[in-house]
């Protein structure tokens, strides 16, 4: 029985680190943001709409956050450490202006 329970544990902790991941994609030099987006980001966040991309939370509402979550990734969203530089700021503007703030 301990040992079921301790088996159990370890395959959650197991399923835990293997979501945190991070993707290699690296946009072409001249991609736009919407392209990237939905190269890359349409695989988890469905467009709402044809204008509506994604709904953000008021806190992710600015470009430096929107940036360092892609950059960083989270528990369960994976990061995308070679969208950079001008490539990362045309994302972040694209999520920017094409999202639903709540
Ligand atoms: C493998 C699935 C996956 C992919 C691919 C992915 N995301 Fe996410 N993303 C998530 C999940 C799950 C969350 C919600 C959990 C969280 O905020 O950490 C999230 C949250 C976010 C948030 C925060 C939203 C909020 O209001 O808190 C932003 C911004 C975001 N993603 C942008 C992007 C961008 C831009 C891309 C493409 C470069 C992308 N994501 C690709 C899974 C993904």
Not at 38 to 61: F, G, N, Q, R, W
């Amino acid at each position: 029985m301990k040992n079921l329970k301790l088996a159990l544990l370890g395959s959650a902790a197991f399923l835990l680190i293997g979501c945190s991941t991070s993707r290699d994609y690296t946009p072409p030099a001249d991609a736009s943001g919407e392209k990237i987006f939905s190269s890359v980001c349409t695989e988890c966040h469905k467009p709402l709409s044809p204008d509506v991309a994604m709904i953000l939370s008021e806190k992710v509402a600015t470009k430096e956050a929107i940036t360092k979550k892609f950059q960083s990734g989270s528990m369960r969203m994976p990061a995308f450490k070679n969208i950079q530089g001008d490539a990362a700021d045309r994302l972040a503007d694209y999520v920017l202006s094409n999202s639903q703030v709540k």
